[in-house]
């Protein structure tokens, strides 16, 4: 009898193994864990058989999956730090629960993960300005082209002005510097008639004086005194006549110097307005030629200013291309970086509990070559007689106290 139970367990042992092994391997959640975990998880039979399950204590009525659920599972792990180990024993862990994670090194590569997400979020929201084309600026009117007529024609008016005078000056000039000939043939004439009255005077009292020494008769005398004194009246008068004749030459003479006077000054006026007229055409000019060297040089500060405004946009176009690569690289670098960290925590084993139960057992650690390893025993809650199902309370007294 003994050794018909004893064969049974046996039988009962290797189905529910090979049961277990089969859904732990296409179970998708176990897959997971160990893929993430690449630990060594390895299940005993040694382990099953070991004083877990009494067949005087199984009831017959027990079915396979009841027997499959709450066998033990035994589990070893391979890790760098015993402190990566997370459960103890008679810790009560659900499925998926961490078992063992090096958890400092995953949130230190968290948090350069977060670091490096926030740096290019913050690279990626800066917007770089593009630089503003400049505007084609208008150019300068050209200039007028340069008439001086009104200089020039003040300049003709000028010169014709002086001719003018000059001719007149030249022409009157002999003429005004002789005296009048009427004039000077009336005063003639005046003294003419003067020296002729005189000398009828000068004969009459020579005349008269003869008379007298001849003693002739005194009606005679009379007669010819009275002739004297008619003569003498006509000598007053030929003097008077005469100086009336030099009054009106000196006076001819002096409108004369006086006309040439004028026309020397209407010369002198003459020459005074061409010159005038002349320096107006050259201030002219002056303006002219000031105001093309200033158009020419405001055209070239205008050119100079465009140049600058060109080069500075040329400057500002390398400055973006090149903040354009700055952040290019950077993002690329943080990509690189950000890659190399979840290929690091990718590479980080974690292993994840793959039933529901409490931990029995964890043997002392062993280590070689660096390498620690130990093996935990996870036992299936107590089931209820009732139902056969898990009743989810903690392990019974005799269960909690596992040994190591």
Sequence with gaps: MNVFNKNNLITYCCVGLTGLILATKYYPRNQIAIAESKSKVVIDKADVVDNELDDSAMPAAVDYAVLQQNRPLRMSISVDNPSFLKVKVGQQIKKGDVISDNSTERDRLSKQKQSVTLQIDNLKSKGIPQPFKPTQQLGIKPLPP??????????????????????????????????????????????????IASQRVQDQEQMIQSMRDMK???????????????????????????????????????????????????????????????????????????????????????????NQTQQEYSRQQQ??????????????????????????????????????????????????????????????????????????TSPSPNQSKPTR
């Design 146 to 195: 340069a008439i001086f007529s009104e200089e020039s024609a003040a300049i003709a008016q000028g010169k014709m002005k002086l001719s003018q005078a000059g001719a007149i000056l030249e022409a009157r000039s002999q003429l005004l510097q002789s005296d009048n000939p009427e004039r000077r043939a009336e005063a003639e004439n005046a003294e003419a008639g003067l020296q």
């Design 216 to 306: 002739l008769s005194s009606e005679i005398l009379q007669h010819e005194e009275a002739e004297l004194k008619k003569v003498q009246s006509q000598k007053d008068q030929a003097n008077s006549a005469f100086d009336q004749a030099k009054a009106k030459l000196n006076a001819s003479a002096i409108a004369q110097q006086q006309e040439l006077q004028q026309l020397q000054i209407n010369m002198r006026l003459a020459e005074s307005e061409l010159n005038v007229a002349e320096s107006r055409y050259t201030a002219a000019q002056n303006r002219r030629q000031l105001t093309e060297y200033d158009a020419n040089l405001n055209e070239a500060r205008r050119q100079q200013e465009q």
């Design 319 to 392: 400055q973006y291309a090149q903040s354009v690569r700055d952040r290019d690289y950077q993002l690329a670098q943080l990509t690189i970086s950000f890659t190399n960290i979840e290929d690091k925590l990718a590479l980080i084993p974690m292993l994840r509990s793959p039933r529901n139960g409490y931990v029995r057992r964890i043997k002392p650690w062993t280590g070689i070559n660096g390498k620690y390893t130990t093996t935990i025993t996870i036992s299936a809650p107590p089931v209820s007689s009732k139902n056969g199902s898990s009743n989810g």
